[in-house]
């Protein structure tokens, strides 16, 4: 069906910025709205940002809300995590994720999504 493969994280000081991308191979990416979650060490898996099967509507936690934008090109099967302005909280583990769903009243949970990738480690230090 579909696998994702999260790339571009890394260790970045306060205030800085990184760009994540998540690949997805197969046919049928255009079918799927996408999600970002995170997972800090001892913590549960946290939504961060969801946008829809045509990238017409984006979602985002309040505690990211004006600086990550989530983005998709459907072309190269690719969906984006721009982070701005970063902060040590936002140090976590990030996962792409999948959903077959059409209704954004599923995308703010993880079971709301089919299918996941491996994950992408994000530390910032102060």
């Known amino acids: 069906q579909v696998q994702l493969v999260e790339s571009g994280g890394g260790l970045v000081q306060a205030g800085g910025s990184l760009r994540l991308s998540c690949a997805a191979s197969g046919r049928t990416f255009s079918d799927y709205a996408m999600g970002w979650f995170r997972q800090a060490p001892g913590k549960e898996r946290e939504f961060v940002a969801a946008?829809?099967?045509?990238?017409?509507?984006?979602y985002y936690a309040d505690s990211v809300k004006g600086r990550f934008t989530i983005s998709r090109d459907n072309a190269k099967n690719t969906v984006y995590l721009q982070m701005n302005s970063l902060k040590p909280e936002d140090t976590a583990v990030y996962y792409c994720?999948?959903?077959?769903?059409?209704?954004?009243?599923?995308?703010?949970?993880?079971?709301?999504?089919?299918?996941w990738g491996q994950g992408t480690q994000v530390a910032v230090s102060s």
């Open positions: 994720a999948a959903s077959p769903s059409r209704y954004s009243d599923f995308f703010y949970y993880t079971s709301g999504y089919r299918i």
């Open positions: 946008i829809t099967w045509n990238g017409g509507n984006t």
